[in-house]
T-cell receptor
Framework: GQNIDQPTEMTATEGAIVQINCTYQ??????LFWYQQHAGEAPTFLSY??LDGLEEKGRFSSFLSRSKGYSYLLLKELQMKDSASYLC??????????WGAGTKLIIKP | ETGVTQTPRHLVMGMTNKKSLKCEQH?????MYWYKQSAKKPLELMFV???????ENNSVPSRFSPECPNSSHLFLHLHTLQPEDSALYLC??????????????FGPGTRLTVT
């Protein structure tokens, strides 16, 4: 079956760096998405990876290894506003998004 | 209005009621989606419309009935729901379905409680 695994919850300190991991198993693969969702709000797009390697976008970076079925989202210089859930989703061969349950990131001062 | 809007934001209904959720996108997109989001569970795709045609129905119970009159509007009609249907219902749109590089834009959701 198709499956996405990511940690349920993580805690980090303001100003630090945190890495949120995601492993996926899908029927075919057309890319890996990361979304951010603040409590009570809509998920918003953060990144898309389809080739192996690291994509950097400001304080956020996303990495993909297709051979390992693995991705991570790296957040640097953490700010309190980064407290949110981070959703990992892999696109399968039918272009359907398979979603993880999300990682709730708690930032402490 | 910009982006994706959803109304109502909150809805409480009894199991015998009939209600409808509305979604509108102002992005000129061709694909629209309904998702169910329950606490600590992955987003569940319910329905997909591409150019007003339904292309996905992920084994959703018939008590949920979608309607897409045009590419900008999407409805979810609800009737005889069960308490386990209580969840956040999210609408999303994208430029097209089945195009991996086009991300989905989400509305703020309707928080549904079935009593």
């Amino acid at each position: 079956g198709q499956n996405i695994d990511q940690p349920t919850e993580m805690t980090a300190t303001e100003g630090a760096i945190v890495q949120i991991n995601c492993t996926y198993q899908t029927s075919g693969f057309n890319g890996l998405f990361w979304y951010q969702q603040h409590a009570g709000e809509a998920p918003t797009f953060l990144s898309y990876n389809v080739l192996d390697g690291l994509e950097e976008k400001g304080r956020f970076s996303s990495f993909l290894s297709r051979s390992k079925g693995y991705s991570y989202l790296l957040l640097k210089e953490l700010q309190m506003k980064d407290s949110a859930s981070y959703l990992c989703a892999a696109m399968d061969s039918n272009y359907q998004l398979i979603w993880g349950a999300g990682t709730k990131l708690i930032i402490k001062p | 209005e910009t982006g994706v809007t959803q109304t109502p934001r909150h809805l409480v209904m009894g199991m015998t009621n009939k209600k409808s959720l509305k979604c509108e996108q102002h992005l000129g997109h061709n694909a629209m989606y309904w998702y169910k989001q329950s606490a600590k569970k992955p987003l569940e795709l319910m329905f997909v419309y591409n150019f007003k045609e339904q292309t996905e129905n992920n084994s959703v119970p018939s008590r949920f009935s979608p309607e897409c009159p045009n590419s900008s509007h999407l409805f979810l009609h609800l009737h005889t729901l069960q308490p386990e249907d209580s969840a956040l219902y999210l609408c999303a749109s994208s430029q097209d379905e089945g195009t991996p590089t086009y991300e989905q834009y989400f509305g703020p959701g309707t928080r549904l409680t079935v009593t």
